[in-house]
């Protein structure tokens, strides 16, 4: 399998598991207006995924690439980087929270853990089962992030819950609060 079509499958993955956030939006009843948008609190806002990881973070993850937007969702706000194995990619949403998503997302499995006092979760997106591809999702900032890990290769990365969990624990004493 390609570099090309791992990311096509996990772009495909990651639509499961972000489709949630898609599908809360406009969801008036015929007749209604939209209620006015309510100014988010800081939280995320200025969360760069791009610029977040320290180099010496991203070795230790195996992705050495350059940081790359993710613009296949309108409402995550991404960024992945390339190792050679695997690509890393960080998301926000200020909208959601690890409890939202395990109710509204599509998963074969979410497991919710605890960081630090910080509700977290691993889940594996519908369809993903065994194809070295997991997620952590953190809540930060009153949001979540969400990193997803992936292997080129199915068999690339043992253990992607782990290695996900393992970075999101490293990274969370850095998360807003």
Not at 88 to 97: A, G, M
Not at 98 to 113: I, L, M, P, Q
Not at 148 to 153: L, P, R
Request: charged fraction near 25%.
């Amino acid at each position: 399998m390609t570099r090309r079509s791992r990311r096509l499958i996990t772009t495909a993955a990651c639509a499961g598991l972000l489709s949630l956030s898609g599908c809360a939006l406009g969801d008036t009843a015929p007749g209604q207006e939209s209620p006015a948008p309510q100014p988010k609190p800081a939280g995320l806002r200025d969360f760069d995924t791009c610029t977040f990881f320290s180099p010496d973070e991203l070795t230790a993850a195996g992705a050495n690439g350059p940081s790359e937007p993710v613009e296949d969702f309108t409402f995550e706000q991404g960024c992945e980087i390339e190792g050679e194995t695997m690509l890393l990619t960080l998301y926000k949403n200020q909208d959601e929270t690890v409890a939202s998503y395990e109710t509204g997302g599509h998963w074969d499995s979410y497991r919710k853990f605890d960081i630090n006092g910080r509700a977290a979760a691993t889940g594996v997106s519908a369809g993903s089962t065994g194809q070295g591809i997991c997620n952590t999702l953190v809540d930060a900032g009153g949001g979540v992030v969400i990193l997803s890990v992936t292997g080129f290769m199915k068999d690339d990365i043992p253990d992607p819950c782990g290695e996900a969990k393992k970075l999101a624990e490293q990274i969370e004493p850095r998360l807003p609060r």
